[in-house]
């Protein structure tokens, strides 16, 4: 059976008093959800978050890393700056990134190779916009988007991958896909995922994102293959999350 896992994309939202504040009920509420916690500050407060939580199971991850090593590469932050502060996840191929910041899989490649190095978890991020959905391209995109790292990853570097499957157009909007729109997608990745090795699609986290709140977790969080959620905005709201993992047991 996989473990449910909840995660809390916070962007770039908070300061030091507003994360102390969040951080706090997260940490006291965190033992009595069943499901795996994570968070994912922006960069400048990973070290508070890590102090925060570091009695508390709940994980730490950052939204982005660099497709580079080390070097003359400025504003950029490494995983392995990342894994040296404490921390264990990474976002990959956020949509945010794909589209502001013309991210391609070339690149989300290269990231995702330099967190395995790193030793840091990737959660490959992928989905669909409105207009690809509408002409009927939703699971060919989302393919897309994953073939590239089953080319270029062992199957060993892959089991420490998740999967958070985030229609474009479920992002920050209020609309959400529905459980059954939700769950024919994740049970098209875990098929896809099963051409590479059957026993380890069983096993991969396979996340929901796009507008996930405490109304209709529970729902998304019962389809068979839907193993939990990234939550963005109401990951800012420390009883919206909690509610939102404790919708995931
Ligand atoms: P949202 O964001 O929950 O605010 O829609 C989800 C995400 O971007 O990960």
Not at 127 to 144: D, F, I, K, N, S
Not at 159 to 175: D, K, M, N, Q, R
Not at 211 to 229: H, R, W
């Amino acid at each position: 059976m996989r473990q449910k896992r909840v995660a809390g994309n916070w962007k770039m939202n908070g300061d030091q008093a507003q994360n102390a504040a969040l951080l706090h009920a997260i940490a006291e509420q965190a033992e009595k959800t069943t499901a795996a916690l994570l968070v994912c500050p922006p960069f400048p407060y990973l070290l508070q978050a890590v102090a925060a939580l570091q009695t508390t199971g709940v994980e730490i991850g950052a939204q982005d890393c660099s497709a580079y090593q080390e070097g003359a590469y400025t504003g950029e932050v490494s995983a392995r700056m990342l894994a040296d502060l404490g921390v264990q996840w990474v976002l990959i191929g956020h949509s945010e990134r794909r589209h502001y910041h013309s991210e391609d899989n070339t690149l989300l490649v290269e990231k995702g190779r330099r967190a395995v190095e790193a030793g840091l978890k990737p959660i490959l991020c992928v989905g669909e916009t409105l207009a690809e959905r509408e002409q009927g391209l939703t699971q060919q995109v989302v393919a897309a988007q994953i073939a590239p790292f089953l080319e270029c990853f062992t199957l060993q570097e892959l089991a420490s991958f998740c999967i958070a499957y985030e229609p474009v157009w479920a992002i920050g909007t209020g609309l959400t896909a529905t459980p059954e729109e939700a769950q024919a997608v994740h049970a098209a990745i875990r098929a896809q995922l099963a051409e590479v090795d059957a026993s380890w699609a069983e096993q991969v986290g396979v996340l929901y994102g796009g507008s996930v709140k405490a109304d209709n977790a529970a729902s998304l969080f019962s389809m068979p293959d839907i193993d939990g959620g990234l939550i963005g905005g109401a990951s800012l709201d420390a009883g919206q999350f909690l509610a939102i993992a404790n919708a995931a047991e």
